[in-house]
Nanobody
Framework: VQLVESGGGLVQAGGSLRLSCAAS????????MGWYRQAPGKQRELVAM????????NYADSVKGRFTISRDPTKNTMYLQMDNLKPEDTAVYYC?????????WGQGTQVTVSS
């Protein structure tokens, strides 16, 4: 399974970005699970994820009301809509998927928010 993130970039505070995560390869039984991020000198942290088999979502407190996770199973693609971005959102964003209980990660996409 290969996961490729895209959509990162440089944006001013208050701006928006939409990240995409496309799964390819052995996508049978792959479940796109969520988004994580890692800022310099910090541990990787959960940003948003699907719960209850996709019937629910969970967000980090720091992004609630600003970020929205979604996915299109027909395209094996997951999205993260990020609005009202803040400088503290600056990080490398990674998508995560599971296939037969094995986790997979993308290479990450850089998001930089200037003040």
């Amino acid at each position: 399974v290969q996961l490729v993130e895209s959509g990162g970039g440089l944006v001013q505070a208050g701006g928006s970005l939409r990240l995409s995560c496309a799964a390819s390869g052995s996508t049978f039984r792959v479940t796109l699970m969520g988004w994580y991020r890692q800022a310099p000198g910090k541990q990787r942290e959960l940003v948003a994820m699907f719960t209850n088999g996709g019937g629910g979502t969970n967000y980090a407190d720091s992004v609630k009301g600003r970020f929205t996770i979604s996915r299109d199973p027909t395209k094996n693609t997951m999205y993260l809509q990020m609005d009202n971005l803040k400088p503290e959102d600056t990080a490398v964003y990674y998508c995560n998927a599971l296939r037969l209980f094995v986790p997979y990660w993308g290479q990450g996409t850089q998001v930089t928010v200037s003040s």
